[in-house]
Every structure is written in C-alpha cells, then in structure tokens.
C-alpha cells in the first residue's frame, strides 16, 4: 500500500530533534511492508507567508527525496509531496508553490480559517459557543474556496476541526458530524466528484481521541453514493511509527462501503491499486 500523507522533520508542528529524517521514514516504510510513501511536509501558506511559522526548507526536501527515491529504487516507490494548506487566503502565491517543484503529489488542506491559526496551536476552549460554531461553518465554506482554487490532488483531512475541537473541550456533540454530517460536507463531496479530486483517508484519528478516520464510515459511504470512487489513504504520520498506521482496519471500513482500489499519485498523475 501506499501511505500518501507523511511528515519528516521539515514539517514546523515537529520540535526539533523529534522528527525523523526522510530516510528513516524510508527505512522505516520498508519495514512496515509498504510499497509507497509521500512526504507531504506541511507548508501552512497563511502562516508561512505572515512569518507566524519558520518557511518550509523545500529545497533540503527536494534533495532528499531526490537522494531517497535513487537509493531506494525497487524497494520503495518515495513519491515528493507537499500539504499545502489554506491556499484560499493566498491563492496566487500557493499556485506559484504548487508550480516550484516537480511534485508527485498535492496535498489540499484546510487547518484553520481566515484570522487564526492552525487549530491545533489555538486556545479553542476559552471561545464562546457563536464563535466556535461560527468558525465550523467559515470551515466549510473556506474549504469550498480550496476546491475552487484547484491546484491539488488530494483534499485533506475534512473532518479537522473536530479533531481539535474534542481535545480542547469544545462539547462532543458539536460538531454533530455523526446526525449532521451528510448535511455539512454535501457541497463540499459533490464538488471533489465533479471536479475528479481524490477524498482522503486519513487514519490519524484512530489513534486520538476522535476515534474514527477523518471523514468517517458514514460520510466515506455518503460519498460513494453520491458517485465517488476515488479514495487516497494516509496515515498523517509525524514520527516513523506511525506510518501506515491503522491502515488495516481504514480498508476493511473501505471494502464494507464499496471501494475497491485506492489512489497512487507519481508527478501528479493518478493511478489505483486494487485493496
Ligand atoms: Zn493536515
Ligand atoms: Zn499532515
């Protein structure tokens, strides 16, 4: 299988010192028994752009996996990503990103909304309930304007903030993803079918307190009802054991839905594999 969302080192939510080298987590994937992976290091644009985060080194990136995918040749297909996160408040510059390197994979995401930073680095609980429905629902539209924008593969991760807003004590039944979710991501399915994106699989919630892949089963089966096929999964791993993380448990919840290959990405064009 192939694991399309990773991170090494360069990713700036890492402290330093604590992340693995793109050779490791090659090493490491071997291991694990999969025949892919992608570093898709974060590259938060707003965030990048306002000097609120280091720039991402995409140059030492570039090499590596350069270095990777040569020394690893018939053992590990090492595919050069990028999670290029909120396009929609820099649209012309995050083409210009998408554009600087002969990426093999595009990662579409959606961290936060316009006036704040990653939700993961945001003091959620001390909000008020308007604001925290409020920016849910800025969520939803802004990830419109990131399927607008375009220049991607793979839409991220849907389910985002309710990752956070559990770990920060926002009320579990807000967002109401399991009563309410059909109706919060119609829009935004419809869109990824009609314009050929691929939906991800993101694992990492099997391992926190959300407790299920971002989207979950019903929202993968909403989905296919409405038509789409076209599934990428990733681990969203920050730290080599967690590559491929759960993967056995995301494609049997895959299989029961319907689904019967997964997405593989090399510069940029898509390929499936049987699951
Ligand atoms: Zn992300
Ligand atoms: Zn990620």
Redesign the pocket.
């Known amino acids: 299988m192939f694991d399309n969302h990773t991170h090494s080192q360069y990713s700036c939510d890492i402290p330093q010192g604590e992340g693995n080298t793109i050779r490791e987590l090659c090493i490491s994937a071997i291991e694990k028994g999969l025949e892919g992976i992608a570093i898709t290091d974060?590259y938060d644009i707003d965030g990048m752009l306002d000097g609120h985060y280091p720039m991402l080194d995409s140059d030492s990136i570039a090499r590596e996996v350069m270095e990777a995918k040569e020394e690893f040749k018939g053992k590990l297909k090492v595919l050069h990503g990028i999670?290029l996160?909120q396009a929609n408040q820099y649209p012309i510059e995050a083409t210009e990103k998408a554009n600087s390197q002969p990426y093999d994979i595009i990662l579409g995401?959606l961290?936060t909304v316009k006036g704040m930073y990653d939700f993961g680095t945001t003091d959620l609980a001390k909000m008020t309930k308007n604001e925290y429905v409020s920016i849910w629902d800025r969520y939803l539209s802004d990830m419109i304007d990131v399927i607008k924008w375009g220049n991607f593969d793979v839409l991220?991760?849907i389910t985002?903030p309710k990752r956070y807003y559990l770990i920060k004590g926002i009320p579990d039944d807000f967002p109401d993803i399991k009563n309410k979710g059909r109706e919060y991501f119609e829009p935004i399915l419809k869109a990824v079918i009609d314009k050929g994106f691929t939906l991800e699989c993101n694992t990492s919630g099997l391992r926190q307190k959300i407790g299920e892949c971002l989207p979950n089963e019903d929202l993968f089966r909403f989905y296919y009802e409405l038509g789409g096929r076209d599934v990428s999964i990733g681990s969203?791993a920050h730290f080599e054991r967690h590559l491929g993380a759960n993967f056995k448990e995301a494609t049997e919840m895959l299989k029961n839905v319907g689904f019967k290959y997964l997405a593989k990405f090399e510069s940029r064009k898509k390929d499936f594999y049987k699951i």
């Open positions: 974060h999670e996160a995401s961290h991220t991760h985002y969203d």
